[in-house]
């Protein structure tokens, strides 16, 4: 490509974070270009500094940071010293942002479609009815249930796979010259990831969008981007073309994230004695609307029990009704063979404490305004009775079994930690309560694969020194075979099939598993399209929905 053909240059980018009274280096130098058309990848793991160089290239950095060197030009624009009112010109028109997580992104006061509309409308781009009929084309395109329908829906209504599709379609609304993918298909599973991948390489072909694409998902990257960038702690470790980079990594740490997944937890023996908690004939529904069927499944202690299946297949709802969130039209959860209160309020104290939830995404499920030991020492106060002195003793016990060290992170708010460590703090506020059983909520979805692996390794020796019982919610089938004992699948709100871990990864499988087992993408950039052609030819679904 020629120099005429740059639409993003970035040279000797530097970006501090505030801490206290003292700014720290967060990016350090790194130089990007970017030609008109054209998918970089951004790779490196949780900290590396990915987003921050990504909003960078909107000419933006987050409240704590700020640009401190360097030069950012977009097609002859500087960035650094454009006007707010240039950037508002070009924030959502000629340079759009997809975030990891459309919950915290969306508005949840209006509907999908006034959210799709606002951008093209404000910039002149559309009309409001213009708008609307092309939100429906493209929520057509990347395969959204009901087009014409959804996009009158609030967000708290559909699947959080089905939002973040949805805001990549609003990303897309007035055809920019440059997006920025941080991490959209994370939260996804792999049949409806799929779906997204292909829909936006088709828009970035069809529409020459030039792309940064964030993720710490490698084999995904290799399906999207031309070139390959690789940080690590705010410097550039080395960048390739992608076939390039994946054949033959030069740097250690290239070859060390390759190399990830390395973990495997030891099959366990059989289960003997009574199962921690049961499902029997479990049904349940939202308002009219049936979300589970019949399902039925065990989970026994010191077992990890892996449920997988698509964006709403039922996996969280499962989890609702288990901790009475929900409670089911039919049938019931035992707890040690005693049946439980449908409603969470009807539950003893100690019901409550015996069951603990690890929620997916860190960022929204801890309180931003409390400090760690505030938010690990509650449950501890309210199951246990903990206070005073016998309470911060506790609260460092947990510290120390999470790996974090007490001094260095008691009193830190959550804005002050990495995404891993976050993740760590909630295993530890789940651990406070002293626990049976634990449910992990994709858990790992969010981190990058050598923090994740961390994350697997300390759940696993976790739950072989407290004798736990843990529910795995997923859609990473890689995260399956690193930590399940049993696997249950699930579509529609059933139970497809299950059993041990050996068994459901050894054909023959049930079509549906047939189709996720396929799904999960390998390091391969021609994996994505001979898969396409693959199911084109057969007329099988690209994804999960049809």
């Not at 009929?133 to 209504?157: S, T």
């Not at 404490?353 to 106060?381: C, E, H, S, V, W």
């Not at 549906?512 to 030819?537: C, I, K």
């Amino acid at each position: 490509m020629s120099t005429q053909d740059v639409l993003l240059s970035i040279r000797d980018l530097k970006i501090e974070g505030k801490s206290g009274d003292d700014w720290l280096p967060i990016v350090n130098g790194v130089d990007l270009t970017l030609h008109r058309g054209e998918v970089l990848g951004l790779i490196g793991e949780s900290g590396a500094g990915k987003s921050t160089i990504g909003l960078a290239a909107m000419g933006f950095a987050r409240d704590g940071c700020r640009i401190s060197g360097g030069t950012i030009d977009f097609d002859g624009i500087d960035l650094r010293r454009a006007s707010r009112e240039q950037l508002r010109r070009l924030h959502g028109k000629r340079i759009a942002y997809v975030a990891q997580s459309a919950a915290a992104s969306f508005n949840p006061a209006h509907r999908l479609m006034e959210q799709y509309c606002e951008a093209p409308v404000r910039h002149g781009v559309m009309s409001r009815s213009e708008a609307e009929r092309d939100a429906v084309d493209l929520y057509r395109k990347i395969r959204l249930p009901d087009p014409e329908g959804i996009g009158f829906r609030y967000p708290h209504q559909v699947s959080g796979g089905q939002l973040q599709r949805a805001m990549t379609a609003m990303a897309m609304s007035c055809r920019p010259d440059l997006i920025i993918f941080d991490e959209p298909t994370t939260a996804l599973d792999v049949t409806t990831q799929i779906e997204v991948l292909a829909a936006i390489r088709d828009i970035v072909e069809q529409f020459g969008t030039a792309a940064i694409y964030i993720t710490h998902d490698l084999a995904v990257v290799a399906q999207m981007a031309d070139r390959i960038k690789i940080l690590l702690r705010g410097d550039e470790i080395e960048e390739a073309d992608t076939r390039e980079m994946l054949a033959a990594p030069k740097h250690d740490y290239t070859r060390s994230l390759w190399a990830v997944r390395a973990f495997q937890r030891p099959e366990q023996p059989a289960p003997k004695g009574a199962p921690v908690v049961s499902l029997r004939n479990v049904s349940a529904s939202y308002g009219k609307v049936p979300v589970l069927d019949n399902i039925s499944f065990d989970i026994h202690p010191r077992r990890t029990v892996a449920v997988v299946g698509e964006s709403g297949s039922g996996k969280s709802t499962a989890a609702r009704v288990i901790t009475g969130l929900l409670p089911p039209t039919r049938g019931e959860v035992l707890f040690e063979g005693d049946a439980l209160p449908p409603d969470y309020r009807k539950r003893t104290r100690e019901q409550l404490r015996n069951a603990q939830m690890i929620y997916q995404m860190a960022d929204t499920a801890l309180n931003p305004k409390l400090p760690i030991r505030r938010i690990i020492g509650r449950p501890a106060q309210m199951y246990l009775g903990l206070n005073g002195r016998a309470l911060t003793e506790r609260i460092r016990e947990l510290l120390h079994l999470i790996e974090l060290e007490p001094d260095e992170y008691i009193d830190r708010l959550p804005s002050e930690l990495s995404g891993g460590q976050k993740q760590r703090i909630g295993i530890a506020r789940a651990l406070a309560a002293e626990p049976r059983f634990i449910i992990c909520d994709e858990v790992t979805s969010a981190l990058d694969q050598i923090v994740a692996e961390g994350i697997l390794r300390l759940l696993d020796r976790l739950q072989g020194a407290f004798d736990l019982a843990y529910m795995f919610i997923t859609h990473d089938l890689a995260t399956v075979r690193a930590i399940a004992d049993d696997v249950v699948v699930m579509q529609k709100g059933r139970v497809v099939e299950q059993g041990p871990k050996p068994e459901m990864f050894a054909p023959p499988h049930e079509p549906y598993t047939e189709l996720l087992l396929s799904s999960v993408p390998e390091m391969d950039p021609d994996w994505l399209s001979r898969l396409l052609e693959e199911r084109r030819h057969k007329d099988l679904p690209q994804g999960a929905e049809k």
